[in-house]
């Protein structure tokens, strides 16, 4: 729900997801890193017609799922977000993969 809310106010599209993904485990690739991770969620974000472009210039990636709108994770100077669950049984490396976006936020500039 935090990254849902934290990519609304960033501008990007929050809608309801085509089917819930409650308690699935998937494998997924994050901003390079391959992951298997959790999901419990109704809800998804997209880039639609958000500012992609405008967090873009203001240093914020994204990371997408290939092929599709959605939005699996974000990042830039001093914020992180991320659709999945690190800290679910189903994300096996979730700690690290957290801590190491966090990191990440809070050193880019």
């Keep these: 729900m935090l990254f849902q809310l934290l990519s609304s106010r960033l501008g990007l599209t ?13 494998r997924i690739e994050v901003f390079g890193r391959p992951a298997t991770v959790g999901f419990y969620n109704s809800f998804s974000v997209r880039t639609g017609d ?8 203001a240093g914020v990636e994204l990371c997408p799922q290939p092929g599709s709108a959605e939005v699996l994770a974000l990042r830039g100077p001093g914020v992180a977000g991320m659709q999945f669950h690190p800290e679910s049984v189903l994300s096996p490396s979730g700690a690290g993969l957290f801590f190491a976006l966090m990191r990440e936020a809070a050193t880019m500039r």
């Excluded at 309801?16 to 308690?23: A, C, K, S, W």
């Excluded at 958000?50 to 210039?57: I, K, N």
């Design 14 to 26: 929050v809608s309801r997801g085509e089917r819930p993904l409650q308690g699935m485990q998937r």
């Design 50 to 57: 958000g500012p992609v472009e405008a967090l873009h210039r």
